[in-house]
């Protein structure tokens, strides 16, 4: 049995753990990774993209970056959060603001160090970061739909440094990262709706306080909408393997999205369709491989 001050120690963790959404952080390696390996430099050995010191240093930096990324976020929507997910938010609140202060300046400075190792460019690039992350958490994301596009936009920078370190400027690239973006601003905008009364009470000023959730139901038709042309063109213009496969569940799966959503009323509901967008783009990070599953299968059969 565990004495009363390893249980502590352990709660403690876990609240850090959650603070800093380790699984989320899991899910970007993977994905910077398999985003490397399949989709930036497919024809480097995968060997030598796993064991490649500078590009481990820029994921771990980028990895670090996000960590204190969703501290700072935590210390300004503490409040907020108490109201929208109380259940976390007492998770949350064993560790102190105070060390969650410590912990996101100690992070910046950390992998402002690894990036020194890659390059002064790489210093330059995570410091504008860190300062995104911070203007975002502090200002910008009160700010109607603006918010919600610069969300989405600091989620996919980690992809673009590694973007940069293969300087692979291919057209299909760039489809995958506006199908990944119009994905993340969706799931944005679906947060907004699942947290009003939380917003309403920090003075928020989200599209459906202002306008009401009619009109942030249009807005999200649209980007819904919009989404088709990118899953269009990686299916028809693309040598894109068996990902299809995913690109083909994916156009059902936004029917039914857009179907639930217009039907929703509830705080619950949005949270179920906030949900399915996470599983809908954390599914698309694994379907990576399926990009090139044939040359797998024959280093292991």
Same mark, same amino acid.
Not at 21 to 36: C, D, F, P
Not at 72 to 97: A, C, G, H, T
Not at 135 to 146: E, M, R
Not at 158 to 182: E, W
């Given at each position: 049995?565990?004495?009363?001050?390893?249980?502590?120690?352990?709660?403690?963790?876990?609240?850090?753990?959650? /603070? +800093?959404?380790?699984?989320?952080?899991?899910?970007? +390696?993977?994905?910077?990774?398999? $985003?490397?390996?399949?989709?930036?430099?497919?024809?480097?050995?995968?060997?030598?993209?796993?064991?490649? %010191?500078?590009l481990? /240093?820029?994921?771990?930096?980028?990895?670090? /970056?996000?960590?204190?990324?969703?501290?700072?976020?935590?210390?300004?929507?503490?409040?907020?959060?108490?109201?929208?997910?109380?259940?976390?938010?007492?998770?949350?609140?064993?560790?102190?603001?105070? %060390?969650?202060? $410590?912990?996101?300046?100690?992070?910046?400075?950390?992998?402002?160090?690894?990036?020194?190792? *890659?390059?002064?460019?790489?210093v330059?690039?995570?410091s504008?970061?860190?300062?995104?992350? =911070?203007?975002?958490?502090?200002?910008?994301?009160?700010?109607?739909?603006?918010?919600?596009?610069?969300?989405?936009?600091?989620?996919?920078i980690?992809?673009?440094?590694?973007? /940069?370190?293969?300087?692979?400027?291919?057209?299909?690239?760039?489809?995958?990262?506006?199908?990944?973006?119009?994905?993340?601003?969706i799931?944005?905008? *679906?947060?907004?709706?699942? $947290?009003?009364?939380?917003?309403?009470a920090?003075?928020?000023? %989200?599209?459906?306080?202002?306008?009401?959730?009619?009109?942030?139901?249009?807005?999200?038709?649209?980007? +819904?909408?919009?989404?088709?042309?990118?899953?269009?063109?990686l299916? $028809?213009?693309?040598?894109?393997?068996?990902?299809?496969?995913?690109?083909?569940? +994916?156009?059902?799966?936004?029917?039914?999205?857009?179907?639930?959503? =217009?039907?929703?009323?509830?705080?619950?509901?949005?949270?179920?369709?906030?949900?399915?967008?996470?599983?809908?783009?954390?599914?698309?990070?694994?379907?990576?491989?399926?990009?090139?599953?044939?040359?797998?299968?024959?280093?292991?059969?």
């Open positions: 049995m565990l004495s009363r001050k390893n249980k502590l120690i352990l709660l403690k963790l876990l609240s850090l753990f959650s /603070v +800093v959404r380790g699984y989320n952080i899991l899910i970007i +390696v993977i994905a910077q990774y398999l $985003t490397s390996i399949f989709i930036l430099a497919p024809h480097v050995p995968i060997s030598h993209i796993l064991f490649d %010191t500078k481990f /240093v820029l994921i771990l930096a980028s990895s670090i /970056v996000i960590a204190s990324g969703y501290i700072i976020n935590n210390f300004y929507d503490r409040e907020k959060d108490l109201i929208n997910r109380p259940q976390k938010s007492m998770l949350d609140r064993l560790v102190s603001q105070r %060390t969650k202060l $410590t912990g996101y300046f100690v992070l910046n400075f950390l992998s402002v160090v690894l990036a020194s190792y *890659v390059s002064f460019r790489a330059l690039f995570f504008i970061y860190i300062f995104g992350i =911070w203007i975002y958490s502090h200002k910008l994301k009160k700010i109607p739909l603006f918010g919600n596009i610069i969300a989405a936009l600091l989620s996919i980690p992809f673009f440094a590694v973007f /940069v370190y293969y300087k692979n400027f291919d057209h299909v690239i760039f489809v995958h990262a506006s199908y990944l973006f119009l994905l993340l601003v799931r944005e905008m *679906v947060k907004d709706l699942s $947290t009003i009364k939380g917003d309403l920090q003075d928020y000023h %989200t599209l459906p306080i202002l306008y009401g959730e009619k009109v942030s139901k249009r807005v999200i038709t649209i980007l +819904v909408l919009a989404c088709i042309l990118p899953t269009y063109l299916l $028809t213009q693309y040598d894109i393997g068996y990902m299809g496969i995913y690109f083909n569940i +994916v156009l059902s799966l936004l029917f039914f999205f857009l179907v639930g959503l =217009w039907l929703s009323k509830a705080q619950r509901h949005y949270l179920w369709l906030h949900n399915a967008m996470k599983f809908i783009i954390v599914s698309g990070v694994f379907n990576i491989v399926l990009i090139d599953i044939e040359s797998i299968l024959r280093k292991f059969l």
